[in-house]
């Protein structure tokens, strides 16, 4: 079955340092993937999308990759913050188009120390 | 914009009982999205709906759910009769194909069945 794993250990970092988030796939070949941030008691709010055609994207202090061959994507914050700190959750669309079912991993909590 | 209105925001009720969950997406948006989210599975989605018609309900659970779109800014997800194991944040979530696929959240819908 399709499925989308990633670490479900918390993350614990230093602030100012570079955080990365690991996003496995299997059984699919996505052509978009998407990260979600989502902070206790509030729902998923969107960061970044990434095509399959790809390799990199970048928005201020975060950026993704997406490896095809490896079926992984990693995500990165850099200079972390305390402010950063909240469950992050990578998603991928199912089919070829922008808009329709969302697979979703189960979550990576990150916790930035100051 | 308000963004997505969902109600109520806590829902207390015991088995066997009706529940009915209310969603009001973004304005102009076509998609709606009805996910539930636990510790044990993480966010999966349940039914989506493009122009109020449902396309994909293949996460609904069983016959006990149910959900309709009678127009464009409002949706339900009913459950009867609710069980304890239908226990979860249940989010509703809207997007047009025009924003390349970016999903916005509603706060989500924490429902106790006792």
């Known amino acids: 079955s399709q499925k989308i794993e990633q670490n479900s250990e918390a993350l614990n970092i230093q602030e100012g340092k570079t955080a990365t988030l690991t996003c496995n796939y299997t059984?699919?070949?996505?052509?978009?993937l998407q990260w979600y941030r989502q902070d206790p008691g509030r729902g998923p709010v969107f960061l970044l999308l990434i095509r399959e055609n790809e390799k990199e994207k970048r928005k201020e202090r975060l950026k993704v990759t997406f490896d095809t061959t490896l079926k992984q994507s990693l995500f990165h914050i850099t200079a972390s913050q305390p402010a950063d700190s909240a469950t992050y959750l990578c998603?991928?669309?199912?089919?070829?188009?922008?808009?329709?079912?969302?697979?979703f991993g189960q979550g990576t909590t990150l916790q930035v120390k100051p | 914009d308000a963004g997505v209105i969902q109600s109520p925001r806590h829902e207390v009720t015991e088995m066997g009982q009706e529940v009915t969950l209310r969603c009001k997406p973004i304005s102009g948006h076509d998609y709606l999205f009805w996910y539930r989210q636990t510790m044990m599975r993480g966010l999966e989605l349940l039914i989506y709906f493009n122009n109020n018609v449902p396309i994909d309900d293949s996460g609904m659970p069983e016959d006990r759910f149910s959900a309709k779109m009678p127009n464009a800014s409002f949706s339900t997800l009913k459950i009867q009769p609710s069980e304890p194991r239908d226990s979860a944040v249940y989010f509703c979530?809207?997007?047009?194909?025009?924003?390349?696929?970016?999903?916005?959240f509603g706060p989500g819908t924490r429902l106790t069945v006792l």
């Open positions: 059984n699919y070949s996505p052509a978009y």
């Open positions: 998603a991928y669309l199912h089919g070829s188009s922008n808009t329709g079912k969302l697979i």
């Open positions: 979530a809207s997007t047009s194909p025009r924003l390349g696929g970016e999903q916005f």
